[in-house]
């Protein structure tokens, strides 16, 4: 919805202006299978990921995840979603939308008859407005939410008339009148305050965006309303009437109710309306989704049952396949990984590059190293200090040691924004500054950055996934290289790194992010002050201001122009780096028909109801 990236443990996934396949994917492996079988529907699919689902709001600062988001997808419907190609595909099965008027931007959506809960409730109007309404940021009175959070990444809950929904959308923020419901609450019909050319990627509802929250249950669980019915009226009167008392309310539901990690006692938190259901959920374990009888859409699933397991270990992803114990695996691709399923029987292997790229953000507010209050509210002190730091990082090392061994064609990504080999990359890059900065690491320009500073450096906390071998080999990269120019870096590595995100509690963090759209202004939620994705944060006026305008700019041209003028300026900040474009492995039992995977979030779970079993 240009609102957010989704954050990913081990596989984890990038940001780009107009995301576009990078690479082909080519099969490195054969089907060894020695008597072809023909597919059948029925039967199950065990699915191998290396984090645990934690939240069924992947809406929220702390949900948005693509172990998260995956689940969701299997549950829910939307107006349409991508296909492998990321063309946007229309699901009438659901509902149906239009654009009304140009001038001004309107757009109606209308809920299909078959759209419904599966406790038998009609999905309605009262379930697209709590979308608008908590993720638009329209509704809320608290504008600072820097304490309320919580050690483990979840929201306080607000009191009195205080409301906080911890979700945003830039572009749904342009929504600010009321919008109207019609067709007896099967439809609403929104009008931009301003032009939006992404209006069809960023739909209430729409792609990677599934009004997955029912209104009835938050009602009965926020505001004590039984009747659905009744409790989904009571949600739009409470978002059309700005009632603060109810929304606070409301806002703690939606922010905190919907994250668990094992099977809740309230059956009504797995209330769904998609092709699957949960059924069961192990902690640390596997979740299990089940076919949904009740489910009238279109995306009816072949298999009756499929098993998401976990693990972080690669390794142990490419033993459980070739034990047969699950049937589809995308782990962390390395040479080994992939050497140890080349020429595997029965197993298909596909590798190619991903729409996901590796990178080092700071953090600006924590009283560390990075942070100007640190020295005295002396900015260009913290600068010197970020970009000394990001001078030492061993970004073409990484890539040579970690990822040419899997990719020889690999290089180093120099673009926050736009993906290697997209139309405007290689402007971008020239024009950036960068590779000229980062190119490689040198120590010496360091060393002078840190003098002019003086007095005593506080160590660097560097935060990644512990237990990913990959990051592990880069943080002892960084580390040496970081330590050369008189930086102490601590191990501030942690399996539950996500769910640290933005606590403060680390000065560097080492992970990747995954497209969840092709929204030209995806990347916003990333770099604006207190952007939703912006974890450390960071803030320039200048670089709100340019995404403000990027949002609503038609013109290719000046598109290009925003984006370049946002990189250069997160560059001169010192705001972090970009590493490589992740390398990607899927290898699946050859048995299995119709596995294919794209770029974006869902990833390989993007067509799950097409799979077949042998």
């Known amino acids: 919805m240009g609102k957010k990236l989704m954050r990913l443990a081990a596989v984890v996934v990038a940001s780009s202006l107009a995301l576009t396949a990078c690479g082909s994917t080519d099969k490195t492996g054969t089907d060894n299978t020695s008597a072809s079988t023909g597919a059948k529907?029925?039967?199950?699919?065990?699915?191998?990921?290396?984090?645990?689902?934690?939240?069924?709001?992947?809406?929220?600062?702390?949900?948005?995840?693509?172990?998260?988001?995956?689940?969701?997808?299997?549950?829910?419907?939307?107006?349409?979603?991508?296909?492998?190609?990321?063309?946007?595909?229309?699901?009438?099965?659901?509902?149906?939308?239009?654009?009304?008027?140009?001038?001004?931007?309107?757009?109606?959506?209308?809920?299909?008859?078959?759209?419904?809960w599966s406790d038998g409730t009609p999905v309605s109007a009262a379930d697209l407005i709590l979308y608008y309404g908590a993720v638009s940021g329209n509704f809320n009175t608290v504008k600072d939410a820097s304490g309320l959070q919580n050690e483990d990444g979840t929201i306080k809950k607000v009191e009195g008339s205080n409301v906080y929904f911890d979700s945003s959308s830039p572009s749904l923020?342009?929504?600010?009148?009321?919008?109207?419901?019609?067709?007896?609450?099967?439809?609403?019909t929104y009008t931009y305050s301003k032009p939006y050319a992404d209006w069809e990627k960023a739909l209430i509802g729409g792609a990677n965006a599934s009004v997955n929250i029912p209104a009835h249950i938050v009602a009965k669980r926020a505001l004590g309303e039984a009747d659905a019915t009744k409790g989904a009226q009571a949600i739009i009167d409470a978002f059309k009437n700005k009632d603060n008392a109810s929304l606070s309310k409301i806002s703690n539901s939606w922010n905190t109710d919907w994250?668990?990690?094992?099977?809740?006692?309230?059956?009504?938190?797995?209330?769904?309306?998609?092709?699957?259901?949960?059924?069961?959920?192990?902690?640390?374990?596997?979740?299990?989704?089940?076919?949904?009888?009740?489910?009238?859409?279109?995306?009816?699933?072949?298999?009756?049952?499929?098993?998401?397991?976990?693990?972080?270990?690669?390794?142990?992803?490419?033993?459980?396949?070739?034990?047969k114990e699950v049937q589809i695996i995308s782990p962390q691709s390395t040479a080994d990984i992939l050497k140890s399923l080349q020429g595997a029987q029965g197993i298909t292997t596909e590798t190619g590059y991903e729409g996901t790229y590796e990178h080092v953000d700071l953090t600006f507010n924590n009283g560390g190293p990075f942070d100007p209050a640190t020295y005295g509210g002396d900015a260009e002190k913290a600068r010197k200090v970020r970009q000394a730091f990001l001078m030492t990082i061993p970004r073409q090392e990484i890539v040579d040691k970690i990822i040419k061994p899997l990719m020889p064609d690999a290089n180093v990504r120099n673009s926050y924004i736009n993906l290697p080999g997209s139309p405007n990359y290689d402007d971008t890059v020239a024009a950036n500054g960068m590779n000229k900065t980062y190119a490689n690491p040198d120590t010496e320009g360091a060393k002078k950055l840190l003098a002019e500073v003086g007095g005593t450096l506080k160590p660097v906390r560097l935060l990644y996934g512990k237990g990913n071998k990959r990051r592990e080999a880069q943080f002892a990269l960084i580390k040496a290289s970081a330590e050369k120019a008189?930086?102490?870096?601590?191990?501030?590595?942690?399996?539950?790194?996500?769910?640290?995100?933005?606590?403060?509690?680390?000065d560097a963090s080492l992970f990747g992010w995954q497209s969840t759209s092709t929204a030209v202004a995806e990347s916003q939620a990333n770099f604006i002050t207190n952007g939703q994705n912006n974890y450390g944060g960071y803030t320039n006026a200048d670089i709100d201001k340019l995404y403000d305008e990027l949002l609503v700019t038609t013109d290719p041209a000046r598109q290009k122009e925003i984006v370049i003028e946002v990189e250069t300026k997160l560059v001169a900040d010192a705001f972090g780096v970009t590493i490589f474009q992740f390398p990607g492995i899927t290898a699946y039992d050859s048995g299995l028909k119709n596995v294919s995977k794209t770029t974006?979030?869902?990833?390989?779970?993007?067509?799950?109801?097409?799979w077949e079993t042998a």
């Open 41 to 116: 529907k029925g039967g199950a699919v065990s699915v191998m990921w290396n984090q645990p689902l934690y939240s069924l709001n992947s809406n929220t600062s702390f949900g948005t995840a693509t172990a998260n988001a995956n689940i969701i997808y299997m549950m829910n419907d939307t107006f349409n979603y991508y296909d492998k190609d990321l063309n946007l595909v229309k699901n009438e099965g659901f509902g149906t939308y239009e654009k009304v008027s140009d001038n001004p931007l309107k757009v109606k959506l209308t809920l299909s008859d078959k759209a419904k």
């Open 173 to 188: 923020a342009l929504i600010t009148e009321f919008p109207e419901v019609g067709d007896d609450n099967k439809s609403i």
């Open 259 to 323: 994250n668990f990690v094992e099977m809740p006692k309230d059956p009504e938190l797995l209330v769904q309306y998609g092709p699957m259901k949960i059924t069961d959920f192990k902690k640390d374990q596997y979740v299990t989704l089940e076919k949904n009888d009740k489910y009238e859409g279109t995306n009816v699933p072949n298999v009756d049952k499929i098993t998401v397991r976990y693990n972080e270990d690669p390794a142990a992803a490419v033993s459980a396949l070739k034990n």
């Open 486 to 506: 008189g930086f102490q870096v601590v191990d501030n590595g942690n399996p539950q790194w996500g769910q640290k995100l933005g606590d403060k509690s680390y």
């Open 600 to 610: 974006i979030s869902p990833t390989i779970f993007w067509n799950f109801w097409q």
